[in-house]
C-alpha cells in the first residue's frame, strides 16, 4: 500500500475548544506569528509536541528509576592510585 493511500486511511479529529480566556488566543496567535504559522497549526503543533512526544527524563528521575541492585558493601571497591584502565580487571 502507498505511503499517499495509509494516509487518507487515517480519520483527523476535530477538536473545539470554548470559553478561551482572550489572552490565550492572543498568546497563541502571537507564538504562531514566531513561528510562521497559523493559529490553528500552532494549536496543533502545541497539542501534539505536549501530549504525544516523549518527555525527556530529568537527571533525578533517570536515577530513581534504576532498579536497586544491592548495597555498597556488595560490590568491590577500587583501590585509589591503580589505573582507570584496570577498574574491570
Given at each position: 500500500?502507498s505511503?499517499?493511500k ?12 470554548r ?6 488566543v492572543?498568546?497563541l496567535k502571537?507564538r ?14 502545541l497539542l ?5 512526544q ?18 555498597d558493601?556488595?560490590?568491590q571497591?577500587?583501590?585509589e592510585?591503580?589505573n582507570v ?5
Amino acid at each position: 500500500m502507498s505511503r499517499f493511500k495509509m494516509i487518507s486511511l487515517i480519520s483527523m479529529a476535530n477538536l473545539i475548544v470554548r470559553n478561551l480566556d482572550p489572552r490565550i488566543v492572543d498568546a497563541l496567535k502571537q507564538r504562531a506569528a514566531r513561528h510562521g504559522r497559523s493559529a490553528e497549526a500552532e494549536h496543533r503543533a502545541l497539542l501534539e509536541s505536549l501530549l504525544v512526544q516523549p518527555v525527556a527524563k530529568s537527571f533525578v528521575q533517570a536515577l530513581s528509576a534504576m532498579p536497586n541492585v544491592g548495597q555498597d558493601e556488595d560490590f568491590q571497591r577500587v583501590e585509589e592510585g591503580r589505573n582507570v584502565r584496570d577498574v574491570f580487571d
